[in-house]
């Protein structure tokens, strides 16, 4: 087993990176956050590497009660408008369904629960072969939003898409801005093979769902914090912002890797590769945004994927 790590700190083109475990953020001024984005670790599924911090390789309870650990130290780092949104998905084991979206939720102290979004992923990998038959293929994540204040004084900014059929509508009050995306977001995902030995984390969620979250949700010169880090993707989207990111990660294999993807080519993404009703008429190929940045870097466009 691995020995506790002691806390270290890096910066990497302006954004910070503490390896140690989030459960205690003594490095992070209590009130100086803006917005939290962050993707826990699975209970009991994934293998993200080899740390005795390591939340998820206990019990349910032990998981959740961890859980909780770090959302309380993200509520004391947060200012009184902060809004902290959870990427999650449910989890099925030994033929039990864990709701840990739900139990996320009802478990929750302090923050406020204020709005559940959709990921929804449209080429997600159909279920294990022992529920093909049985159950419907899993195709979205939860994006859970809280707030820490009443819910009224938060920063808010909608990212809007060209009305589709605009000449169709003949109402006079139409948003000169656009139309609302929905809270169901469209992001293909991409899961090429033998992922660790390209150097990428098994579980980077994608960079458009972290750039819509940003935009929506905080103001250029912000702090972000993402309290599990992994492969440093939200920071990676917060420079490219002009935010200041926080990341905690418990592995210490993992700087390299972190490193160079925050410090990789990438452009935030037309809002309306995100849209349900834009989607029919999307553009695929090596010319998006998170495609386009492994040309740049010389890297093949093949290995960039997230969950």
């Known amino acids: 087993m691995a020995e506790t790590i002691v806390p270290f700190e890096i910066d990497v083109a302006g954004q910070r990176v503490i390896f140690s475990n989030s459960k205690h953020m003594e490095n992070v001024d209590a009130g100086s956050v803006n917005l939290v984005v962050t993707s826990p670790p699975y209970w009991n599924l994934k293998d993200y590497g080899d740390s005795d911090e390591e939340i998820g390789a206990g019990s349910y309870e032990e998981y959740l009660d961890d859980l909780n650990r770090v959302w309380d130290e993200c509520y004391r780092v947060c200012d009184d408008d902060a809004v902290l949104v959870i990427n999650i998905n449910s989890r099925r084991s030994k033929g039990e369904f864990y709701p840990i979206a739900f139990d996320i939720v009802a478990r929750m102290q302090g923050w406020r629960f204020w709005d559940h979004n959709i990921w929804y992923i449209p080429n997600a990998l159909p279920q294990p072969n022992a529920y093909r038959e049985r159950l419907l293929d899993n195709k979205f994540e939860s994006l859970l939003v809280f707030t820490k204040g009443d819910g009224k004084s938060y920063h ?19 948003n000169s801005n656009g139309r609302c995306l929905g809270n169901i977001l469209r992001i293909p995902a ?50 490219v912002m002009g935010r200041s990111g926080i990341g905690y990660e418990v592995h210490e294999e993992y700087r390299d890797l972190i490193e ?11 809002w309306k590769d995100l849209d349900i009703l834009h989607s029919a008429t999307m553009k695929t190929g090596t010319g998006k945004p998170r495609k386009a940045q492994f040309a740049k870097n010389g890297k093949a466009p093949e290995i960039n994927l997230f969950e």
């Open 156 to 174: 808010f900014s909608k990212p809007r898409v060209p009305q589709k059929y605009a000449q169709a509508d003949t109402r006079d009050n139409k």
């Open 260 to 270: 160079r993807r925050i410090s990789e080519n990438w452009e935030v993404p037309d």
């Open 190 to 239: 991409y899961r090429p093979p033998n992922i660790k030995s390209m150097g990428y984390h098994v579980a980077a969620f994608p960079e458009e769902l972290v750039a819509f979250l940003i935009e929506s949700y905080s103001r250029p010169g912000n702090i972000i914090l993402d309290p599990f880090l992994g492969s440093g993707t939200t920071l990676k989207v917060a420079r």
